[in-house]
T-cell receptor, first 113, second 115 residues
Framework: QQQVKQSPQSLIVQKGGISIINCAYE??????FPWYQQFPGKGPALLIA?????SEKKEGRFTISFNKSAKQFSLHIMDSQPGDSATYFC????????????FGKGTKLSVKP | DAGVTQSPTHLIKTRGQQVTLRCSPK?????VSWYQQALGQGPQFIFQ???????QRGNFPDRFSGHQFPNYSSELNVNALLLGDSALYLC??????????????FGPGTRLTVL
């Protein structure tokens, strides 16, 4: 059962462009939504996270947009750089569950110079 | 400040064997979670340890077991290995907090290959 659906599966963006990755969830009890970045041969690294009491959170070039009514959230990478080329995962959890992160299947981002 | 460390980096086993993977959490963290990441997939939650007890478990069979030590480090044991157990095994550490987001920090993983 896929509780967090992520799209697209892969994405190619030109340097300087905007990368947008979307996720949709089913369980309305989810209240914590992080995004992770993973390079080949490495573990996932926390990029940015949001709770459903805000609609947007920005950290540097990375922004999460959250739509509670639609049960969707997205990651926007502004001014995308070749160094951003990696696989990105959205995830969701219930704060009280402490640790059971449900991940999407990932989006492989390639930023062309 | 050392991050999450895991050992070994790579491991090759044959079907039916048993394997033990190890994890040391980030300094100051008291909770360890284990995830299995199949090739091309997102990580899947196996279980979480806090205060040396399994606190929560995902949809994995009893062949998967774990342990947490008094220094918060942890082991993942898998018995009767199957070909389908081939994956990257990730350890994540966090700090139990009364409030706030459940920030988990991942280690580099152990790549297990079952032949």
């Amino acid at each position: 059962q896929q509780q967090v659906k992520q799209s697209p599966q892969s994405l190619i963006v030109q340097k300087g462009g905007i990368s947008i990755i979307n996720c949709a969830y089913e369980n309305t009890a989810f209240d914590y939504f992080p995004w992770y970045q993973q390079f080949p041969g490495k573990g996932p690294a926390l990029l940015i996270a949001i709770r459903p009491d805000v609609s947007e959170k920005k950290e540097g070039r990375f922004t999460i947009s959250f739509n509670k009514s639609a049960k969707q959230f997205s990651l926007h990478i502004m001014d995308s750089q070749p160094g951003d080329s990696a696989t990105y995962f959205c995830a969701a959890s219930i704060e009280g569950s402490q640790g059971n992160l449900i991940f999407g299947k990932g989006t492989k981002l390639s930023v062309k110079p | 400040d050392a991050g999450v460390t895991q050992s070994p980096t790579h491991l090759i086993k044959t079907r039916g064997q048993q394997v033990t993977l190890r994890c040391s959490p980030k300094s100051g963290h008291d909770t360890v979670s284990w995830y299995q990441q199949a090739l091309g997939q997102g990580p899947q939650f196996i279980f979480q340890y806090y205060e040396e007890e399994e606190r929560q478990r995902g949809n994995f069979p009893d062949r998967f077991s774990g342990h947490q030590f008094p220094n918060y480090s942890s082991e993942l044991n898998v018995n009767a290995l199957l070909l389908g157990d081939s994956a990257l095994y990730l350890c994540a550490s966090s700090l139990v907090m009364g409030q706030g987001m459940n920030e988990q920090f991942f280690g580099p993983g152990t790549r297990l290959t079952v032949l």
